[in-house]
């Protein structure tokens, strides 16, 4: 039976915000505490392969060799050697990354707490696709999120907003593509909005409301 086999294995740090599997018995998790690191035997034992404690890092990526590292204040950590040496890439940005993940072996995809979503590459650069984030501080239960998710046909987004308007709904692939964006009539409080799948592939979306000037994002898994 699928999931039988679970065993607890504590690891012994705090502040684990994201993990990522790299085959069948390794792994790479970062956590808040400035720290990424490795497990070779399926979770039985970790090493610490980087540690700053000056940053708080939110996502972790890995394809092949290749290991991405993001977090707040624009921390962004590339290796190309599976975690034996790290480079800090300039982001030119202080956003507060929220999540990375690889289109291919050189293109990626990192979106940020407020909606922006860039697009770069193993060279350095960051482009942003999806608008800058703005600065405004949102309410913190501007978007609620969907459920179910993961979803097989449809799914519904929950937000609350202060006043009744419109709001711009925008869905992306992994690779940046707008596959959907709509407008929808907000009204005062607690809004549903039923997004529906159809025509799209399984994977990965990233959705974006904007609302008033103000811009949140969340992501979504399609399985069919």
């Known amino acids: 039976m699928p999931g039988s086999g679970w065993t607890l294995q504590p690891v012994v740090t705090p502040f684990i915000s994201s993990y990522e599997r790299q085959g069948d018995s390794s792994g790479v998790l970062v956590t808040q505490t ?9 979770a039985a034992s970790w090493q610490t392969i980087f540690h700053d404690s000056s940053v708080v890092f939110q996502s972790v990526t890995a394809l092949g060799s290749n290991i991405i590292a993001a ?4 921390a962004f950590f590339l290796s190309r050697d599976n975690g034996t040496t790290w480079l800090r890439k300039t982001s030119n940005t202080k956003y507060h990354f929220s999540h990375v993940e690889f289109i291919d072996t050189n293109l990626f995809i990192v979106t940020t707490k407020k909606g922006g979503i860039f697009k770069g590459d193993l060279s350095g650069s960051l482009i942003a696709i999806g608008g800058e984030p703005k600065d405004e501080i949102l309410p913190s239960t501007f978007l609620t999120g969907n459920y179910p998710n993961p979803f097989n046909s449809s799914t519904i987004i929950e937000f609350n907003t202060p006043e009744g308007g419109i709001t711009g709904l925008t869905v992306y692939d992994v690779t940046g593509r707008v596959v959907h964006s709509e ?9 549903s909005f039923r997004f529906e799948g159809n025509g799209l592939h399984s994977g990965v979306y990233f959705y974006v409301l904007d609302f008033g000037g103000k811009r949140e994002y969340s992501k979504m898994i399609l399985l069919k």
């Open 34 to 42: 400035g720290r990424i690191m490795q497990t070779a035997d399926n």
């Open 71 to 74: 977090g707040d204040s624009g």
């Open 183 to 191: 407008v929808i009539t907000a009204t005062k409080g607690k809004n």
